[in-house]
């Protein structure tokens, strides 16, 4: 996956959500897919685009959230190089929307309830 893209498209979904999300100067950074995203590659392209629209102060927070095994149920959070359970070794779902939501840094609630 070019997290780069989903990197940039997250970003602009955010500010169009939450227009004060600049002057705030925090952000966070939601891995919802890690089958799809790596943390320190989505930390790198969104520092690059915020340094691009000036916000090169901006602190961000870059969580990766879970994923549940459809077989075993335990939860992974895997890589993209290798997307599968820690537990048992079985390929986890990939979710079908964003890869990455980006949002104000207040927690996971607000993210969730976030616009997608
Ligand atoms: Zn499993």
Redesign the pocket.
Same mark, same amino acid.
């Given at each position: 996956m070019h997290e780069a893209g989903a990197v940039a498209a997250a970003i602009d979904e955010a500010f169009e959500a939450w227009p004060s999300l600049a002057s705030d100067g925090r952000m966070a950074v939601s891995i919802v897919d890690p089958t799809r995203a790596e943390a320190s590659a989505v930390e790198f392209y969104a520092r690059a685009l915020l340094g691009e629209l000036g916000l090169d102060g901006m602190t961000l927070s870059v969580r990766t959230e879970p994923v549940a095994?459809?077989?075993? +149920?335990?939860a992974?959070v895997p890589t993209p190089v290798e997307p599968c359970?820690?537990?048992? +070794?079985?390929p986890?779902p990939r979710s079908t929307g964003p890869a990455i939501v980006c949002g104000p840094d207040e927690g996971a609630d607000t993210i969730a309830s976030g616009v997608r």
């Open positions: 095994c459809e077989l075993c +149920g335990a992974s359970c820690e537990a048992c +070794g079985a986890l």
